[in-house]
């Protein structure tokens, strides 16, 4: 699976927009794009995925470019829950298993 | 609650100590993760079972040992462990084949070797 680069630590203020980037850049054609974040202590949450379109769910939007070689996850309206360590994973997805390799991510801290 | 149980949530065991983690899915799940959190380092990928098969032991010293009944429950069996083992252990599944889906985590156990 592709290598992703993501800034160590960022920080937010409660409300506003947290914008995540991580770049991909060897990223190739059957790889999506997965993010997850980690609170504290607890397992890893799936947030969202894709592979070249934008997509949003309830928690967050992510946005590829057109090259696919970065993306970045929005989090509309950053609480203080959202303080978290965010990863970008690229994964492909053969007929059988594929594993998830976690790197360090990101440290995103929302303050009031 | 996510779906995935692991118990205990905390865990103290002495070196010489046998106990094990338990995880159980309730999703419906083919594809079962064990992985390690050491202090401030990324997860380390342990164990996977598909289909109830071992298919990645990744260089997991044999004092680990992963026992997979069925596809919903997954078990670590702990024997001789050394105080470096203390960490965050996760379990997870994942469906494998059809529409790329996510894996989904359970609340870890949080494992203190003394």
């Known amino acids: 699976d592709a290598k992703t680069t993501q800034p160590t630590s960022m920080d937010c203020a409660e409300g506003r927009a947290a914008n995540l980037p991580c770049n991909h850049s060897?990223?190739?054609?059957?790889?999506?794009v997965y993010w997850y974040r980690q609170i504290h202590s607890q397992g890893p949450q799936y947030i969202i995925h894709?592979?070249?379109n934008n997509e949003t769910n309830e928690m967050a939007s992510l946005i590829i470019t057109e090259d696919r070689k970065s993306s970045t996850l929005i989090l509309p309206h950053a609480t203080l829950r959202d303080t978290a360590v965010y990863y970008c994973?690229?994964?492909?997805?053969?007929?059988?298993?594929?594993?998830?390799?976690f790197g360090k991510g990101t440290m995103l801290l929302v303050s009031p | 609650e996510t779906g995935v149980t692991q118990t205990p949530r905390h865990l103290v065991m002495g070196m010489t100590n046998k106990k094990s983690l338990k995880c159980e899915q309730h999703l419906g799940h083919n594809a079962m993760y064990w992985y390690k959190q050491s202090a401030k380092k990324p997860l380390e990928l342990m164990f996977v079972?598909?289909?109830?098969?071992?298919?990645e032991n990744n260089s997991v010293p044999s004092r680990f040992s992963p026992e997979c009944p069925n596809s919903s429950h997954l078990f670590l069996h702990l024997h001789t462990l050394q105080p470096e083992d203390s960490a965050l252990y996760l379990c997870a599944s994942s469906q494998v084949g059809g529409r790329p889906t996510g894996y989904t985590f359970g609340s870890g156990t949080r494992l203190t070797v003394v």
């Open positions: 079972y598909n289909f109830k098969e071992q298919t």
């Open positions: 060897t990223i190739s054609g059957n790889e999506y």
């Open positions: 994973i690229v994964r492909s997805h053969p007929s059988g298993y594929s594993t998830l390799t």
């Open positions: 894709g592979l070249k």
